[in-house]
Structure formats: C-alpha cells, structure tokens
T-cell receptor
Framework: QQKVQQSPESLIVPEGGMASLNCTFS?????YFWWYRQHSGEGPKALM???SNGDKKEGRFTAHLNKASLHVSLHIKDSQPSDSALYFC????????????WGSGTKLIIKP | DMKVTQMPRYLIKRMGENVLLECGQD?????MYWYRQDPGLGLQLIYI???????SEGDIPKGYRVSRKKREHFSLILDSAKTNQTSVYFC?????????FGPGTRLTVL
C-alpha cells in the first residue's frame, strides 16, 4: 500500500517567519494531494489541495507539487500564533477516489 | 455551512463493554468515514460508507462494525471493547472531494 511520510515531526518557527513542511509519497499514480490542519481538540480541516505540478498559492499558504520526485510541500509565510497546529499531508491514491492515505503529521509551533 | 456532529464527545468504558459512537451530517452526503487517531500514527481508516447499507472495511476494521440506515447518520460499534481501542475517533463526511470532520470522540477503555 502507498506510504505517505511527513517531515519534520515537529517544527518551531518564530512569529512572522516562514514554515516549510514536507511530504513524500510512494505511488506515482496518486491523483490529488491535500494539506489538512488540526487545532488541538478539533477535527482536521482542509487547508488546500493541489493536483498539478508546480505551485498553488492561497493567501499566506503555498503548496508545491513535484510528482516526478514524489514530493509535495506546504509553505506558510508570515506565520501567526494561530497557525500553531498539527498539519497532515493526505494523498488520493491512483486506484480510489474515495480514500485518502494520511501522513503521520507535523506539529507546528509558532513562537510569539 | 457543512456540519458533522459526533456524540458523545467523551466516553469511558470498561473492557468487555459495548460501545456505540454516533455521527451525523446535515447535508445528505453519500460518503462517510470513521477514523481513529493515535499519537504519531496520523489518521487510520476503520470503515468507509458509500451510502445507506453500503459499507467497506478500511485499513483497521478488526474489532469494529458500522451501521448506516439513514444517509445522515453513521454509527461505529465496538462489541466487547478492548483497552487497545482507547483512542480518539473521528467521523468525516465527503460532499465532493474534501472530507469534513466532526469534533471527535475521546474513548477510554479501562
């Protein structure tokens, strides 16, 4: 089965700084790539998705996809304390539109 | 606004007792999910439901079963709960591509 791995496990970034989260996947036929964010005590919530190689920007968040290198990343510009959360990378496998394969998450802490 | 509800939010049970976790969504979405979340393991899929009475096992179905008799309602049942089923359980609903999650149920099995 496809593996989705995230790095780093945890990350501390000063307020106003840039946070970079990484995710690698193993199935070249993967279709869609998601970033979800989970604040403490809540369920995960979708941040953004990307399905074409290149960059996709939404406000302070930029996702980058490189299918050839099996890599997707999320960059958060001008990080705010409210960005402190657990971030998941999730991948739609090539053989199913219904399931997501989840990484184990990156815990991001923004230090004021 | 899309809303997924879960009841109860917190539950403590003894080993061997039966557990019922309930999930509701107010938009008549066809596809719903049950996950469990443990530290360092991310989200593990227990069951997926494609519609009423159309359910499939996920990656970790052993020890669990589900029921979906109405599109808006999806239940997770643990018959004779075990201590290793202590976890946070999330239900999700999917209108198109994005999954919408409920707030979770924290289950402790003593």
């Amino acid at each position: 089965q496809q593996k989705v791995q995230q790095s780093p496990e945890s990350l501390i970034v000063p307020e106003g700084g840039m946070a970079s989260l990484n995710c690698t996947f193993s199935d070249r036929n993967s279709q869609y790539f998601w970033w979800y964010r989970q604040h403490s005590g809540e369920g995960p919530k979708a941040l953004m998705s990307i399905f074409s190689n290149g960059d996709k920007k939404e406000g302070r968040f930029t996702a980058h996809l490189n299918k050839a290198s099996l890599h997707v990343s999320l960059h958060i510009k001008d990080s705010q304390p409210s960005d402190s959360a657990l971030y998941f990378c999730a991948v739609t496998p090539g053989d199913s539109n219904y399931q997501l394969i989840w990484g184990s998450g990156t815990k991001l802490i923004i230090k004021p | 606004d899309m809303k997924v509800t879960q009841m109860p939010r917190y539950l403590i049970k003894r080993m061997g007792e039966n557990v019922l976790l309930e999930c509701g969504q107010d938009m008549s979405h066809e596809t719903m999910y049950w996950y469990r979340q443990d530290p360092g393991l991310g989200l593990q899929l227990i069951y997926i439901s494609y519609d009423v009475d159309s359910n499939s096992e996920g990656d970790i179905p052993k020890g669990y079963r589900v029921s979906r008799k109405k599109r808006e309602h999806f239940s997770l049942i643990l018959d004779s709960a075990k201590t290793n089923q202590t976890s946070v359980y999330f239900c999700a609903s999917r209108p198109q591509w994005e999954q919408y999650f409920g707030p979770g149920t924290r289950l402790t099995v003593l």
